[in-house]
């Protein structure tokens, strides 16, 4: 099948059809290009939607630990892999089909117009050709109309006897004439007409079917150039399907990963404080005065009594009353995290001894490298000089001895607190119980909230009975001094029941450290409160419990 023989007399149709091909293949390659377009923001919209919801984190104690969460943010990575591929398919449709498809659109428009041309030009020969032949047989059909009539004259001037012999020699010279020339254009109409005829038959059996077996050459070549790109088309989504199917598989590992009991027992591990659940408060009988013998003696007997007992055991009104669910009061973080409870102090302490011992080691590494440096420049002069390295030396023996103090400082706040945890339950049972629940207030080791950057430790809470009627007189009878410290760290003091003191400062003691990391201290001018007892150097007088210091 040809186009050549088959559609011969079809040259405006075949320009038409040609055209529609180009306008075909352009309008493709548009649709292509809104398909990389969906694409490249599809790809966008995804990665600015990751990082939406990527956690901004600024600090290692923001990091997710629950493995919802984690999940979370490895599906969220998945899905900017995704977005990657996504962005791969919109890169590999640019290249391979948009535009290739608007190189050859341009080529064939160049095509298309090189054959149209030639095709016109073939056109317009053989109408040029069939303009001559038409000329000369109405030229020999003009010679011929005039010889006849030539003729005619001549036959009419021979037959009229009137006629002169002249006039009928010149008409039949007239005749001659004519006749020669109408012989002469019909030659010339004859030759026209057979140069005419192999014009035309090269013109359709030679001409215009190579012209239009071009034309059906480069419109097959656009057909298959079609074909491969709807080929390339689909290739481009299907040579990353093996990557997303990897990101989609990612995305089902991140779901299977979710431990609801790890999660359970992160919330414990996060957020346990360490404080032993409160006792049974005992039943305080107001009655015993009623039945009381009534005597002078005895009564002022029991008064005295009873003086003595709120001296010691009363101090302040409701100085240091504090309850472990009430509302905790914001601090400034404390070095040695005692603003923390006590679990939660001892997994920060835990944490900082390992960072300073990793810290330690990479020191330790750099030392001994330096060492074995320096002894191969001792060896070996030419290499270097060994007194080069000394400063580097000196730096990191610092370095060292700084890393080993702040290991041993920290790891005797740890000993504290882990000495303290196993009392705590009998001291809370033993004195703790015995006071009266104040809305708003704390417990003796502090509160604790969500947030574990705000639990403060609070000071410890006054023993034995305290009551509206005991208010009145124990401010009367201070506790005497049983030794003086000096405050080693400045401390706020924001809470209630402490007492705020700065670096160098002297105060009194007055009660000393229950094993909770308080010590009950008072200014000069009368001034008492809790401050932490590693914040202070603390000397007892001998002639109480014995001079011991606490640093």
């Not at 080529?107 to 303009?131: F, I, N, P, S, V």
């Not at 009623?290 to 009594?305: F, H, L, P």
Request: hydrophobic share 30%; charged share 35%.
């Amino acid at each position: 099948m040809s186009w050549g023989t088959e559609l011969w007399d079809q040259f405006d149709s075949l320009d038409k059809h040609t055209q529609w091909g180009i306008d075909f293949l352009e309008r493709y390659a548009k649709f292509v290009k809104e398909r990389i377009e969906i694409e490249q923001n599809y790809a966008k919209q995804l990665r600015n939607l990751v990082k939406k919801y990527c956690p901004k984190r600024s600090s290692k104690d923001e990091e997710p630990r629950f493995t919802s969460c984690i999940a979370f943010f490895n599906i969220l990575n998945e899905l900017n892999d995704y977005a990657g591929q996504r962005e791969v398919v919109a890169e590999e449709m640019a290249h391979r089909v948009y535009g290739e498809l608007m190189r050859y659109a341009h080529d064939l428009k160049t095509e298309r117009k090189m054959h149209l041309q030639e095709g016109r030009k073939a056109q317009q020969y053989l109408d040029m050709c069939w303009k001559q032949m038409d000329n000369s047989k109405k030229k020999f059909e003009r010679e011929c109309r005039e010889a006849e009539k030539a003729q005619q004259s001549y036959e009419r001037l021979d037959n009229d006897t009137n006629a002169t012999k002249a006039d009928v020699e010149k008409a039949k010279q007239q005749l001659n004439l004519r006749t020669h020339m109408a012989d002469e254009n019909k030659n010339e109409y004859a030759a026209q007409l057979q140069n005419f005829n192999g014009e035309q038959h090269k013109h359709f059996y030679v001409v215009i079917p190579q012209i239009y077996k071009q034309l059906q050459e480069m419109d097959e070549r656009r057909t298959i150039k079609l074909s491969e790109c709807y080929r390339g088309f689909a290739d481009s989504e299907r040579k990353v399907i093996p990557i997303i199917s990897k990101c989609l598989e990612g995305m089902i590992l991140a779901a299977k990963s979710v431990d609801e009991r790890r999660d359970s027992q992160m919330v414990v591990d996060s957020f346990k404080s360490g404080f032993e659940p409160p006792g049974d408060f005992p039943f305080e009988d107001y009655s015993q005065h009623i039945y009381r013998t009534i005597s002078d003696g005895t009564i002022s007997a029991s008064k005295q009594e009873s003086g003595k007992t709120d001296a010691k055991t009363t101090v302040g009104k409701a100085k240091g009353k504090l309850w472990l669910f009430g509302k905790k009061p914001k601090g400034p973080a404390l070095e040695d995290f005692s603003h923390l409870p006590p679990e939660q102090r001892r997994k920060k302490l835990q944490q900082r001894i390992d960072e300073l011992n990793r810290e330690l080691q990479k020191e330790s590494d750099q030392k001994e490298a330096l060492n074995k440096m320096k002894d191969v420049y001792e060896k070996n002069p030419q290499m270097g000089d060994p007194g080069s390295l000394q400063p580097k030396l000196a730096e990191t023996m610092n370095n060292i001895d700084r890393l080993r103090m702040e290991i041993h400082k920290n790891e005797a706040w740890l000993s504290e607190v882990e000495g303290k945890t196993g009392g705590r339950g009998d001291r809370r049972h033993s004195s703790d119980i015995n006071h009266l629940v104040t809305q708003g207030r704390e417990s003796p080791e502090g509160s604790y909230t969500d947030d574990a950057n705000q639990e403060v430790r609070g000071p410890p809470q006054q023993h034995g009975h305290h009551n509206e009627f005991d208010d009145e007189f124990e401010d009367d009878d201070p506790l005497p001094a049983i030794g003086h410290c000096k405050a080693i760290y400045p401390f706020d003091g924001h809470n209630e029941g402490t007492l705020a003191m700065k670096e160098g400062e002297v105060l009194y003691i007055i009660e000393e450290d229950k094993g909770d990391g308080w010590t009950r201290a008072r200014r000069q001018n009368g001034e008492e409160g809790y401050v932490p007892t590693s914040y202070i150097d603390v000397t007892l007088e001998k002639n109480s419990k014995g001079a011991v210091t606490y640093i």
